[in-house]
């Protein structure tokens, strides 16, 4: 799993609420990403990072903040909360020194009443 | 976009035949990558194989790629019931940090 962890693992909220999920990894890994996955999609890029405070955008940025003050943590940030971003969110780092690989995290299931 | 399509999205075969997805795409890619997603799980990497390669192998996976045709194949021979999962292709867009685009997924069942 290469020692990927998110939290919370299941979350509820309302609609309008602030939310911040974690991605946790303790290899050092320089690139780590955030996806979501809904039904009838395969995983979407949201954000991902190279580094840290170094953050990009993906294909389905709107909505969404990251942030990366230390290498370990990646933290992904609804900042109001709607009901279209009720999903499954997950973690994933770049293993580039030797496979070049993505290795992903468990998921975190997001519902927004 | 460089978004993987995956065909059949539903597979239902018995034990022990082989299974056979898949993937086509949009743009030229620098590699492209299958993955396995069991029920309520995250994915997990199965195999990768790179644009100058037309074949690569790995225990009962088989994966193929026809650049020319923007598409490629993976073969599970020998089917177990632990093999049902969702299977996405992923291809690869590398720019200074590598972005997956995935396909829908192929959901494989394997009767026993």
């Known amino acids: 799993d290469a020692g990927i962890t998110q939290s919370p693992r299941h979350k509820v909220t309302e609609t309008g609420t602030p939310v911040t999920l974690r991605c946790h990894q303790t290899e050092n890994h320089r690139y780590m990403y955030w996806y979501r996955q809904d039904p009838g999609h395969g995983l979407r890029l949201i954000h991902y990072s190279y580094g840290v405070k170094d953050t990009d955008k993906g294909e389905v940025s709107d909505g969404y903040s990251v942030s990366r003050s230390k290498t370990e943590d990646f933290l992904l940030t609804l900042e109001s909360a709607t009901s279209s971003q009720t999903s499954v969110y997950f973690c994933?780092?770049?293993?580039?020194?030797?496979?070049?690989?993505?290795?992903f995290g468990p998921g975190t299931r997001l519902t927004v009443l | 976009s460089q978004q993987g399509e995956e065909d059949p999205q539903a597979l239902s075969i018995q034990e022990g035949e082989n299974a056979t997805m898949n993937c086509s795409y949009k743009t030229s890619i620098n590699n492209l990558q299958w993955y396995r997603q069991n029920s309520g799980r995250g994915l997990v990497h199965l195999i990768l194989i790179r644009s100058n390669e037309r074949e690569k192998h790995s225990g009962r996976l088989r994966v193929t790629l026809d650049t020319s045709k923007k598409s490629s194949s993976l073969l599970i021979t020998a089917s177990r019931a632990a093999d049902t999962a969702s299977y996405f292709c992923?291809?690869?867009?590398?720019?200074?940090?590598?972005?997956?685009?995935f396909g829908q997924g192929t959901r494989l069942t394997i009767n026993p």
């Open positions: 994933a780092i770049r293993d580039y020194t030797s496979t070049d690989t993505q290795y």
């Open positions: 992923a291809t690869v867009w590398v720019q200074g940090a590598q972005k997956l685009v």
